[in-house]
Structure formats: structure tokens, C-alpha cells
């Protein structure tokens, strides 16, 4: 069965904290995301990695810092945590595009931060 | 750049009644789109995507070119069809989803 799984579903953080929230797949998948999911303003993609040690911007990578130093394993990182950043998280993972055809993203459950 | 837009927060039905939640996208080549679902309390998982035009759960959904739209149908609403729906669409030439901003439907009894 296909696993994505997060470190927390529920986290609870000070301003000013740094943040570590962790996502380990185990499909061997090339590609890993980290969006954000907000009431109204549906999902939004803070940073992705394609490859080991990889990483490129998405819509709103501000505030936001990835690693990714073993294939099954993508951190996201909020170096200052900011009231504004209260938000649901969501990791996926994919396998390369092969011939064309595109390899469904596959979620984790969710990690509920919440900064005080 | 490219949009997914659902124009509905909200959609409210009946059980057996018609259900339409509406997609509108802005690409001018051709599209890769999809539906993702989100049940209560579960993670979010693929519902369908039109390339394989199948019919899960009930649920179809045609890509209409002129329209520019990707809605997403099902004849007649069960109450376990009540989730969060979230229409998207492939990034070009890339494995970047953009999502809209999703439309909750609601199927009371």
C-alpha cells in the first residue's frame, strides 16, 4: 500500500521558533512537494524537489526552506515561525513522468500547525 | 500564467438529486486535469483525471475545450459523496499540480 506519512498531525509553535515538519515516502518516488491548504484559497505549492539534494520554488516559497538528503525523506523548514503561517500542510509524492503520462501525487495526512 | 478556477465555495444537494461541481481553466495547449477529493478526517487522494476517462464513484467529467472547462458530474448524489473536491491541472511540461481553490459539497439526507 502506498505510504506517505508526516511526523506530526498536530503541532503547536511560538513566533520566532524554527520549525522542522518532516515527510517520508516509501514508493521510492523521484518527486516530493510541500503545500499549504487554506479555507478559500484551496492548495498551494511552497517548494518541490525532483531528485536527492534537489530543490526548486513554488508559488510561495517565502518565510519556507526545504531538504532533501535521502530520496524517501523531504523536510520543510520555517526558519522564523510567524503567526501567518498557521496552516495545514500537506506532503505528496510522485514518480517521474513516464512517457508522457503523468504519476498521480500521493498525500500524507496532513500536519496541523498552529503558531502562538 | 496558468489558472484553475472553482467558482464555487459551497454546494449544497439532496441525496439523488444531480450534482455539477464547475472547473474553468486557462491554458491554451492541451490540457492534463484532474479531480482530487478529500472525505473528512482522510488525506487527499486522485478522484479522477480525464485522460483516462473513467467513472469513478459515479463521478465523470469531460474536458470541453472550448469552454475551457473540466466539470465534474454525478447523476445522482449519495450522502458519502460530502467532501472537500479539489479540481487541478498540470503544470506544462513540468510534474507541478495547480489546484483551484476547491468546492465543498455538501449531500444531505
Known amino acids: 500500500d502506498v505510504k506517505v506519512t508526516q511526523s506530526s498531525r498536530y503541532l503547536v509553535k511560538r513566533t520566532g521558533e524554527k520549525v522542522f515538519l518532516e515527510c517520508v515516502q516509501d514508493m521510492d518516488h523521484e518527486n516530493m512537494f510541500w503545500y499549504r491548504q487554506d479555507p478559500g484559497l484551496g492548495l498551494r505549492l511552497i517548494y518541490f524537489s525532483y531528485d536527492v539534494k534537489m530543490k526548486e520554488k513554488g508559488d510561495i516559497p517565502e518565510g519556507y526552506s526545504v531538504s532533501r538528503e535521502k530520496k524517501e525523506r523531504f523536510s520543510l523548514i520555517l526558519e522564523s515561525a510567524s503567526t501567518n503561517q498557521t496552516s495545514m500542510y500537506l506532503c505528496?509524492?510522485?514518480?517521474?513522468?513516464?512517457?508522457?503520462?503523468?504519476?498521480?501525487?500521493?498525500f500524507g495526512p496532513g500536519t496541523r500547525l498552529t503558531v502562538l | 500564467a496558468q489558472r484553475v478556477t472553482q467558482p464555487e465555495k459551497l454546494l449544497s444537494v439532496f441525496k439523488g438529486a444531480p450534482v455539477e461541481l464547475k472547473c474553468n481553466y486557462s491554458?491554451?495547449?492541451?490540457?492534463?486535469l484532474f479531480w482530487y477529493v478529500q472525505y473528512s478526517r482522510q488525506r487527499l487522494q486522485l478522484l479522477l483525471r480525464?485522460?483516462s476517462r473513467e467513472s469513478i464513484k459515479g463521478f465523470t467529467a469531460d474536458l470541453n475545450k472550448g469552454e475551457t472547462s473540466f466539470h465534474l458530474k454525478k447523476p445522482f448524489a449519495q450522502e458519502e459523496d460530502s467532501a472537500m473536491y479539489y479540481c487541478a491541472s498540470l503544470s506544462y511540461n513540468t510534474d507541478k499540480l495547480i489546484f483551484g481553490t476547491g468546492t465543498r459539497l455538501q449531500v444531505f439526507p
Open positions: 480525464h485522460i
Open positions: 505528496a509524492s510522485s514518480s517521474d513522468l513516464l512517457a508522457g503520462v503523468y504519476n498521480e501525487q500521493f
Open positions: 491554458y491554451s495547449g492541451s490540457p492534463e
